[in-house]
C-alpha cells in the first residue's frame, strides 16, 4: 500500500509471495524444503578453492548444516543463545547461520575487517555465547579480546592454515564440530528434523549491527518473519529460477547479502563463493551470475576501474570509447523514456559488437540480467553510465530496521534516474510533514537490542522512520534525497544534498571520496577530495611527475589542476549559490580503521568534521594552507612522520 505526501491511499499492492499457510515460516524449514525437493539432484552452492569450483548439492548444504546444528547442542547451545560469526562469504557461514538458526539460536554477524575493539563490542553487547572466526586473523582477534568477555565459551575456526600450533582450549575446528553433530545424530536421531519443526515464524533469527554513523552500532532484532518477508520483497525486483547463479561478494554481515539467500532459500538459486575478496572480481567474470548487485562504492569502484584502464589502453581502443559512449547513453536514455528510434537502434547495435559487449565481458556481466545497488544514493553520473554500457542498474532501497521497501521492478520502462522505485509488495510508504520517509511493513524490525529508548525513538504509531527525506511522485515513485540530519542550507539560503554532490565526485577515477562542507553559519560550499592513489600515481608518472608518497603526491600543483576539472564538472550541474568554492585534497585516505567511515563504507560526518575542524576552518578563511600532523607510507614501504601544509584551491564560478 502506497501513500502520497498528504497520507492518501493510492494503490494498494498484493500480500507477499508466497505468504500463504503452506509456506516455510522460517529459514531452516526452506532449507528442509529443498533439501526435500532436490536431494543430491541439483547444486545448491559453489566453493572456488585452489582455482577449482567446488559444488555442494542440497544434500550436502542440509547434512552441512544438520550436523553443525546438533555439535553446536554437543558444545551447551540453548534455544535464545547469541552465536557471533566472523569472515568472510563461505559456505562454512551459510551453514552455521541456519545451523544456529535450526535449533533456536540467534546468529550476530560481525565484519571482516573489524579491529578488535570492534569485535569485543557486539560480542559483549549481544551476550555471545559462541564466536565463529574465519581463519588465523580472526581467531587472533579473538583471543586478545576473550580475557573481556567472561560469557564466550568457544571460538569455532574453519581455516585451519596457520592454525597448526594454536592450543587454546577455547579453540575448536568447525569440521570437529560437524563429527560432534555426527555422534549427536546416532543417540539422537530425529533430534534436528524436531527442533526445526518447532521453530516458529517469531523467534528471533538475527541481530544485525548497524553501521553507527552518529555512534556506536546498534543491534537491530530481525525475526524469521521479517527477514522471509525482506526476501519475498527482493524477488519482486529481481525474480530468479534454481538453475540461476548469484556470486557473493557483499559481506556476509551486511543484511543487503539477503539479496543473495532471498533467492538461494526461496527459490533454489545458485550461490557461488569467491576463492577470496582478492578474487572476487575474477570468480565474477567465471560465474557471470543472473543477478549482480552491491553497494554504490562498488559501482563507482567498477566505473573508476574501466575510465583508469581506458586512460591507459590504447589510441584505437580509446576512439572507440569516445565514438561509442555518447550512443550508449542517449539510447539508454531513449529506453527509460519508453521511446525507440531505428537510427539509435541501429548504432547502438555496432556500440555493442565493438565496445560495449565485450566491456561487460570483463566486468563478469556476460549473462546478467539483474543489476541492482543499495544501501545508499549512488550518484546518476554512475547510475547513467551502466545504463549506457547495457548494464540496467535497479535501485533497490532499505535498511537493516526496514528490510525491503522499494526498489524499481518489472521491465526497463519502469526504472527511473532519480528515483528509488515503487514500493515492494506488502509494503507501505508515506511522507511525514517534516519530510521524511516512513514504512511499515511486516519486514520490520523488532527493535534495537538491550536499547528501548533508540527503539521508541525509531517508531512512531508502528511506522519506522527511516530518518531520510524523500517525496512521492506523481507516478507512485518514490524521491530519495539525503539523510534529514545531512540536508544542508548555507547562511544565503541555498539548499543542498551533500550525498548528491559527493557522489558526482566519486564518478572520477581520479577521486575515491568526497566530503562536502558547508552549513547555517556559512556563506558558500567547500570540499575536501581523496586522491585515487593508484590512479593519479599512474596519472603523474605518464606526465613525468616525480613523487614519493601519497601525501607528496596529494599536494602536487598539477595534481591539484588535474582534481579542478573535477570541481569544475560537478559545478556545472549545481545552482550558482551551491558551487564548491574552495577545495583542499586531504594528505591520507579517508579510512574506516579509524572511524572516518563506516565497515559499509558510510562517512562518520560528524567524527570527520570534528577531526579536520582545523583544515575545515581554513577552508573558510584567507590562509593558503593548513599546517598538519601526517603519517606517511614511503612507496618502499618505510614509514614517518610529519608535519605539512594542505594547500587550499580557490575555484572560478564566474564562467
Aim: hydrophobic residues 35%; negative net charge.
Amino acid at each position: 500500500m502506497l501513500f502520497n505526501e498528504k497520507s492518501e491511499i493510492l494503490d494498494p499492492k498484493s500480500g507477499p509471495k508466497g505468504n500463504s499457510p503452506q509456506a516455510p515460516d522460517t529459514l531452516p524449514k526452506y532449507l528442509v524444503r529443498n533439501f526435500r525437493r532436490w536431494g543430491d539432484r541439483k547444486v545448491a552452492l559453489r566453493k572456488k578453492k585452489y582455482g577449482i569450483w567446488n559444488e555442494y548439492t542440497w544434500k550436502d548444504h542440509y547434512e552441512h548444516t544438520k550436523y553443525f546444528a546438533l555439535g553446536l547442542i554437543g558444545l551447551g547451545l540453548e534455544k535464545g543463545d547469541r552465536v557471533a560469526i566472523v569472515g568472510d562469504a563461505d559456505p562454512e557461514w551459510t551453514w552455521a547461520q541456519i545451523a544456529i538458526m535450526s535449533v533456536g539460536g540467534i546468529v550476530v554477524g560481525v565484519f571482516t575487517d573489524s579491529l578488535p575493539q570492534e569485535v569485543k563490542y557486539i560480542v559483549e553487547h549481544s551476550d555471545s555465547k559462541f564466536l565463529l572466526a574465519h581463519d588465523q586473523e580472526q581467531v587472533d582477534k579473538a583471543l586478545e579480546i576473550k580475557q573481556d568477555l567472561p560469557l564466550l565459551e568457544k571460538v569455532i575456526y574453519w581455516e585451519p592454515k596457520g592454525m597448526r600450533n594454536y592450543d587454546d582450549p577455547i579453540l575448536i575446528f568447525f569440521y570437529d564440530v560437524i563429527e560432534m553433530g555426527k555422534e549427536m545424530e546416532s543417540t539422537h536421531p530425529g533430534l534436528f528434523e524436531d527442533l526445526v519443526a518447532q521453530g516458529s515464524t517469531d523467534d528471533i533469527a538475527m541481530i544485525y549491527y548497524t553501521s553507527g554513523t552518529t555512534g556506536l552500532p546498534k543491534g537491530a532484532v530481525r525475526t524469521h518473519k521479517s527477514l522471509i518477508r525482506t526476501m519475498e520483497g527482493a524477488l519482486a525486483i529481481f525474480p530468479v529460477k534454481p538453475q540461476d547463479d548469484f556470486v557473493a561478494i557483499m559481506p556476509p554481515a551486511w543484511i543487503a547479502a539477503l539479496m543473495g539467500e532471498s533467492g538461494h532459500l526461496l527459490e533454489g538459486l545458485i550461490i557461488n563463493y569467491p576463492e577470496k575478496p582478492e578474487t572476487a572480481m575474477e570468480d565474477l567474470r567465471e560465474i557471470s551470475p543472473l543477478v549482480s548487485g552491491g553497494g554504490p562504492r562498488i559501482w563507482e569502484g567498477m566505473v573508476s576501474l574501466v575510465q583508469s584502464r581506458i586512460i591507459d589502453a590504447n589510441i584505437v581502443t580509446r576512439a572507440l570509447y569516445k565514438m561509442f559512449l555518447p550512443v550508449g547513453y542517449k539510447v539508454a536514455d531513449l529506453h527509460l523514456q519508453g521511446k525507440k528510434s531505428l537510427l539509435w537502434n541501429g548504432l547502438h547495435a555496432v556500440a555493442d559488437l565493438l565496445l560495449f559487449r565485450p566491456l561487460r565481458n570483463q566486468l563478469g556481466f556476460r549473462k546478467t540480467k539483474y543489476y541492482f545497488t543499495g544501501s545508499a544514493a549512488i550518484s546518476p553520473d554512475t547510475f547513467r553510465y551502466f545504463h549506457a554500457i547495457g548494464c540496467p542498474i535497479r535501485q533497490f532501497y532499505g535498511s537493516t530496521e526496514s528490510g525491503s521497501v522499494c526498489g524499481h521492478q518489472g521491465d526497463e520502462t519502469n526504472i527511473r534516474y532519480e528515483t528509488i522505485g515503487l514500493p515492494t509488495p506488502g509494503v507501505e510508504v508515506r511522507i511525514s510533514d517534516e519530510g521524511e520517509i516512513q514504512v511499515r511493513s511486516e519486514a520490520l524490525f523488532s527493535g534495537y537490542h538491550k536499547n528501548p529508548e533508540a527503539t521508541e525513538k525509531a517508531r512512531v504509531d508502528g511506522w519506522f522512520r527511516t530518518g531520510d527525506a524523500g517525496y512521492i511522485n506523481d507516478e507512485g515513485h518514490i524521491i530519495y534525497i539525503d539523510r534529514l540530519s545531512e540536508l544542508g542550507e548555507l547562511a544565503g539560503g541555498g539548499k543542498y544534498s551533500p550525498q548528491y554532490i559527493e557522489g558526482s565526485f566519486r564518478f572520477s577515477p581520479y577521486l575515491q571520496e568526497a566530503v562536502v562542507i558547508g552549513g547555517a553559519d556559512r556563506d558558500y560550499l567547500t570540499a575536501i577530495l581523496n586522491i585515487d592513489y593508484n590512479t593519479v600515481g599512474r596519472w603523474a608518472e605518464k606526465n613525468r611527475i616525480n613523487y614519493t608518497t601519497y601525501l607528496d603526491l596529494s599536494q602536487k600543483e598539477e595534481v591539484a589542476r588535474l582534481i579542478l576539472k573535477d570541481v569544475e564538472r560537478v559545478n556545472k550541474v549545481l545552482p550558482e549559490e551551491v558551487k564548491i568554492r574552495k577545495y583542499a585534497l586531504l594528505h591520507k585516505e579517508i579510512d574506516a580503521d579509524e572511524a572516518e567511515l563506516t565497515r559499509t563504507r558510510k562517512l562518520r560526518r560528524k567524527l570527520f568534521e570534528e577531526r579536520y575542524s582545523d583544515l575545515i576552518e581554513g577552508l573558510y578563511s584567507d590562509a593558503d594552507s593548513v599546517s598538519v600532523n601526517a603519517a606517511v607510507t614511503y612507496r618502499d614501504g618505510k614509514t614517518g612522520k610529519v608535519t605539512t601544509a594542505l594547500r587550499i584551491w580557490k575555484v572560478d564560478t564566474t564562467s
